[in-house]
């Protein structure tokens, strides 16, 4: 029906993913590229989504208890280098502002690449008494990370992105937070985004730089590559001792914080088109989209059409809803709603009107259902949960129908050399393992699961009793 | 009635306003300074209220059809001089990038001072067809200027804004459009913040690097001093020519775009505290308080107040409310929440129950109304409004009161001399006698305001015949 003519083609999916993930980024008019190498423009199409993004994922934080604050954009090289394994592990991928208000700077500022340095040098000054604690803060801002290789969304040098960062008085409540907001992620990713996860630990190899522990989502896209979707860590004591954030105990004994940092980005965007795009585009489940509904007349410029679209249109208006009233043909129109991932088209014509009845289209099925004039608002009501769901299932059955298991090495090896997906399988937990099998099968550990199964009783690398399972795949 | 003890004293507004505001920024625990100079923390009770602002101020903006988007935060030298007032204006305050992941760039990168370069750039692949026009974008974002002297909120090194950036197909639209964002600016801080402001033009010496025309809105502090609150510029085709914005008009020609755009920063914060602050802390307008109720029971361990107080906030669940059920005093309560701005408190102790009964507190007046429990919703469903409004009318009374008018430089002189506060006074026209002016009185025109009206013959600097009313003033 559509006319795909009109609307720029996009490459196939299923003939190369990759392009047709940068196709369905710039002719859904998601983002521009930049100036610069890595640095992109998120256009309005692109930024509605984060914006609707940011008001669930911001609505759940705050039940949570969490407050939003701002830190500083830079960095003295001096307080980034007070905590030794995060600087190594970002040193190489900042960059440096050297020269301010026309004068060389005495001391190098670094573009912030994550905030845990300043938070913790507010926090020492902030916090003094048990009472004063938790502290549960989280900032909106951008960060940058000189990435070598870029893609819109998924590594970019600029991204958007929240960063958490709570202080406690407890090793058990900063354990309790981190498992909540690694929670609060997936069911974000489950419930808003129809995504389904797969929780778990990162390995020591794959932890941030500088936490006890790292928590991870890994979600699975639509071509069975992996992509990291949430993290949240646990800091032990590191940082505290490191920046000297202690407080007076009601012990009265000055004790050094709890803490932890959570981070979710614009790369989630990335992750909505890899598990729900086709191959006319963009598929965005109700809860996200920023337009649910668009409505659109069929030969408009006869008497009558144009008035009865926008009927529909203010019946509809307890949904987001837009009609598209250009002289373009339907059929470009239809293209222009599928591509840009509108769950629901209603098409109004002449004869429909004469009928009392309109035309509904699902954008994840293509389903089409006529529907009397008189019960359209009820069948949106229920059609839009309905299609939440049913995208969560499709991707949950696609996660699971991809998700294999081998005991042994060979098993392994023919999984990875004949499918794309998530492979369970033991490791001893020697790190040596897991490079050797990057090395050998190009895949990496994506998490250490919650829920274990013992799939075998040898690492598939050394062949030596083993008692984790673990998730491996390729990553983006 | 507060325990001043208990909370941290600030200076009276009165002895030394500069200090009285810096003590509010602190104890009211909007900000803390950072490790670098003019970078702040803004705390959660000063991020809550830019969050209110943003609210407001982008729901304005989407009325009028503008759409958000993300333009990155860095810029190359070599875009940034295609514009020579723009760069000429920003080259002495900007940061610049010069390393990027270890290595050394080859062309330094300036991070935003605004982003004009920017969205030219992107505009000029973006738009082909007067079909495309107009664009009407903004972003909210941070930006960083080296200045020298600091102040929190009113000129750090970085701060948070919005930056609208349109284009149009005539010059009549782009006009509009710099015109009606003013007015939304004006409504925006006369509604919501219950700040009044004077709209106009700035001077030629006034106006914004690059821009054919500024307009302002001038604000008037406690203190008598003027703080520019908003701007909006006209650019004509001055980018569209350097940066090659063209469009295909109606007509088949090629022509070059025109051009706005328009800013708002946490500096309102500022102006909120000055303007409306007393000698207890901030004052807030209820429109904007992230916490409208504070709900403070008194002898709260006697059996059923915490009860009844909980019964009180669930009965104000409408409005943004919050309980004070701290082990302080009720003092401290009171001082704190007096101090935090909270437009209205709610008492209630052993007596008032067993009178059905509870006590308001006005923050803005320090009134206090005896009220029947069972008419509570209803009153503060009347006071917030009411309260919005006198703190309106207060503000206004306040900037009339401290509006002058002088006919001839005697008068000028004297007033200047004798009080703080806006001049009206003649002008020639002519930069000269401005800067003349500056150097005598240290004053600087606010702005050519919109309403005119000839309170002399002649300019009050040169003694030439004078036709321009302006606005005079110290400023921030």
């Known amino acids: 029906m559509a006319d795909k003519k009109l609307v720029a083609e996009i490459t196939s999916r299923d003939e190369d993913f990759t392009q047709w993930y940068t196709d369905v980024c710039i002719k859904a008019e998601l983002i521009a590229y930049s100036y610069i190498k890595g640095f992109m423009v998120i256009k309005p199409a692109g930024y509605a989504i984060w914006e609707a993004i940011q008001q669930h994922l911001d609505a759940r934080f705050k039940a949570t208890g969490v407050q939003n604050v701002y830190m500083p954009m830079l960095i003295p090289e001096s307080l980034l280098r007070k905590e030794g394994e995060l600087v190594n592990g970002f040193a190489p991928e900042v960059a440096w502002v050297t020269e301010g208000g026309s004068e060389k700077l005495t001391e190098r500022l670094c573009v912030r690449p994550t905030s845990e340095t300043l938070f913790s040098d507010f926090y020492k000054d ?99 590559r992996a992509l990291q979707s949430g993290t949240s860590h646990f800091f032990g004591q590191k940082f505290a001792e490191a920046y000297d954030i202690t407080f007076t105990d009601k012990d009265n004994k000055l004790k050094y914080v709890w803490q932890t940092s959570w981070g979710m980005t614009t790369r989630v965007i990335g992750a909505m088109i890899m598990v729900h795009g086709d191959n006319s585009g963009l598929v965005i489940p ?29 019946m509809l208006r307890e949904f987001r809803v837009q009609i598209d009233e250009t002289d373009k043909s339907p059929g470009f129109k239809f293209a222009e709603q599928e591509m840009r991932g509108i769950p629901l088209r209603v098409e109004i014509g002449p004869r429909d009107i004469e009928n009392g009845v309109c035309m509904i289209a699902r954008r994840d099925t293509g389903e089409k259902i006529q529907c009397a004039i008189s019960e359209l608002t009820q069948t949106v009501r229920e059609l839009l949960p309905r299609i939440q769901t049913e995208m969560y299932e499709r991707a949950k059955a696609h996660l699971e129908e991809h998700t294999y298991t081998a005991a042994t090495t060979e098993e392994f090896e023919k999984t990875f050399a004949e499918k794309t997906g998530f492979v369970r399988a033991m490791w001893c937990g020697d790190r040596a393992c897991e490079e050797k099998i990057k090395e050998l099968y190009g895949v990496t550990s994506r998490c250490i699961p919650y829920e274990q199964e013992k799939v075998g009783e040898t690492c598939i690398c050394c062949g030596k009793p083993a008692t984790k399972m673990v998730y491996w795949g390729k990553a983006y």
Request: aromatic share 8%; hydrophobic share 35%.
């Open 286 to 314: 109700p809860k996200i989209a920023p337009v649910q509904v668009m409505v659109i007349p069929i030969q408009q410029r006869k008497e009558g059409v144009l008035e009865k679209a926008r009927e529909l249109k203010e």
């Open 126 to 224: 902030d916090v003094h008494s048990y009472r004063d604690l938790p502290k549960l803060y989280n900032q909106w801002c951008s960060v940058v990370r000189w990435e070598k290789e870029t893609r819109p969304f998924l590594r970019s040098r600029e991204f958007l992105w929240q960063e958490g960062h709570t202080i406690h008085a407890t090793k058990e409540e900063a354990e309790d937070r981190t498992q909540m907001m690694l929670d609060v992620y997936a069911d974000f990713l489950a419930e808003d985004m129809a995504i389904p996860t797969i929780k778990g630990r990162k390995t020591d190899k794959e932890k941030f730089a500088g936490a006890e522990a790292t928590y991870t989502i890994e979600a699975l896209m639509h071509d069975g």
